[in-house]
């Protein structure tokens, strides 16, 4: 069944239903140093970090682009703690695509100066989901959120068609916010061979998508990678049943796992994002009750390890409809353009 734009009632074109090849393929990496570091029998890194974004966002973004390209959209909006936003943004004019960039406050200025330095429309939020819903339901824009939006897994299912060739293995670890990724992954296994174990991975406090397996359990002290993500996915049910399909399960990590992770990582000269050092995490805590080839993917580069927010304002700021009413219409937005 092809699939369908949120937001709207049409199906997708054929071909953006069919699994896509990777724009841009990355390393695949002997980590055998760092393994015997933290108890990992085999380890491997998928070096999604070395990406041109910094990130495994730009699988996600370049079919959620090619979407809207092939119905005529030319408007979008996304809510993101900034590697989606970037993403998008770099590609964004390629597609013909306006993008209104909704980020917190309290962005690390790292991200946030990448992010404007594309040229789109970044707007800072204390509430940016209610304004998301703002631009989709009064702007006509495109919601290119990864939970939302159907299109976004599919992105991520050339993760195991680069990853298949070199198995089989026991285990795959990555970090998850909407769960986009891993549902890719879980799908695009099936496509590609003999799917491994799928653990998703969230920082502490962590969310919906792990909650099954920590029910009852003592909460895991905050941790930096804690407030990354979404709490709510409409992705966690059927990420869910597709996890524990392949044998696998969530896991949330806390600051002394992500300590001990990256002082592992530097011993062995790797810099790469909280995402990557808690998915290292959560692996370490994996096998030391089993065993076997394990992938963790590592989601984002070092430079990300900096979440300083910037001490003076960057973007514009717009709490209510109205407020962004006037950015938008300042910027240039149409009410039809994305319609």
């Not at 015997?36 to 910094?54: A, T, V």
């Not at 891993?182 to 998703?200: D, F, K, Y």
């Not at 930096?224 to 979404?230: D, M, P, Q, R």
């Amino acid at each position: 069944m092809a699939a369908a734009e949120p937001g709207g009632g049409h199906s997708a074109p054929p071909n953006l239903a069919k699994p896509p090849p990777s724009p841009f393929p990355t390393p695949l990496e002997p980590a055998p140093e760092l393994g015997s570091l933290l108890g990992i029998e085999e380890l491997w890194l998928k070096r999604e970090d070395l990406s041109p974004d910094g990130s495994h966002k730009g699988r996600s973004a370049e079919r959620m682009l090619a979407g809207m390209a092939a119905r005529g959209q030319s408007a979008a909006v996304i809510s993101s703690s900034g590697n989606a936003a970037l993403a998008l943004a770099r590609r964004a004019s390629a597609h013909r695509v306006r993008l209104l960039a909704l980020v917190s406050p309290v962005t690390p200025e790292v991200k946030l100066r990448r992010l404007l330095e594309t040229g789109e429309t970044v707007v800072a939020s204390h509430h940016p989901v209610a304004l998301l819903h703002h631009a989709v339901g009064g702007w006509g824009m495109a919601d290119l959120r990864g939970s939302t939006n159907e299109l976004a897994p599919l992105g991520y299912r050339a993760l195991a068609a680069e990853l298949a060739p070199a198995g089989p293995w026991s285990a795959v670890f990555v970090y998850s916010s909407s769960g986009a990724t891993a549902l890719g992954l879980c799908q695009g296994w099936r496509e590609s061979g003999i799917p491994p174990q799928v653990h998703p991975v969230e920082g502490a406090p962590g969310g919906e998508l792990t909650r099954p397996w920590y029910r009852g359990q003592p909460p895991l002290e905050p941790a930096s990678v804690g407030e990354l993500g979404t709490h709510r996915s409409r992705l966690s049910p059927i990420l869910r049943r597709e996890v524990m399909g392949t044998g696998g399960r969530g896991w949330r990590v806390g600051a002394g796992q992500l300590a001990e992770a990256r002082a592992a990582a530097r011993r062995c000269g790797l810099e790469t994002s909280w995402e990557g050092l808690a998915a290292l995490a959560a692996a370490s805590s994996w096998s030391r009750g089993a065993g076997g080839r394990t992938v963790v993917v590592l989601t984002g580069a070092g430079w990300q390890l900096d979440l300083t927010p910037s001490p003076t304002p960057l973007a514009p700021t717009a709490d209510t409809p109205a407020e962004l009413d006037a950015i938008l219409e300042l910027a240039g937005f149409s009410r039809e353009e994305g319609r």
